[in-house]
């Protein structure tokens, strides 16, 4: 009796072992995807791109409002708080505008390809913002 009920656990492990790895995982042209499947893989690595260059900016952004703020009288001081408040905001925003992008294609194999679409579209020009704040306070 105690070998059956070892087995349900033999058999998961080497479920687990055949289990693919990111090595293994499909490396699309994203030059020119084919399927639905490397399209929505280049879709994420373009909202990772997206993403990584808006994180970067954003540190840059805040770095210097808070040299303006250690600059300032204490009554126009706030430009970094107010960039924390106002990037919780539009992270708020984005995630909310593109979730309903990808309404247009709701549960098909298209709808996690246009909500990261979306999201590196709106994360580019975010990043494009943040870098405006800083070149026309100089």
């Known amino acids: 009796m105690l070998k059956l009920a070892l087995l349900p656990l033999l058999c998961g492990c080497v479920l ?48 210097a409002l808070k040299e303006r703020d250690a600059g300032a009288s204490v009554e126009l001081r706030g430009g970094e708080e107010a960039l924390l408040k106002a990037q919780r905001a539009w992270l708020a925003y984005r995630d909310a505008q593109c979730a309903s992008a990808g309404f247009q294609a709701r549960g098909g194999s298209m709808e996690p390809m246009l909500i990261s679409s979306c999201e590196a579209d709106l994360t580019r020009k975010r990043t494009e913002e943040l870098k405006a704040l800083v070149e026309e306070g100089n």
Request: charged letters at 25%.
């Open 16 to 63: 687990l072992v055949d289990a693919p790895t990111s090595a293994q995982e499909p490396q699309p042209n994203c030059k020119d995807p084919q399927t639905q499947t490397d399209m929505t893989i280049c879709a994420g690595r373009d909202l990772a791109d997206a993403d990584k260059a808006l994180n970067a900016q954003y540190q840059v952004t805040r770095k």
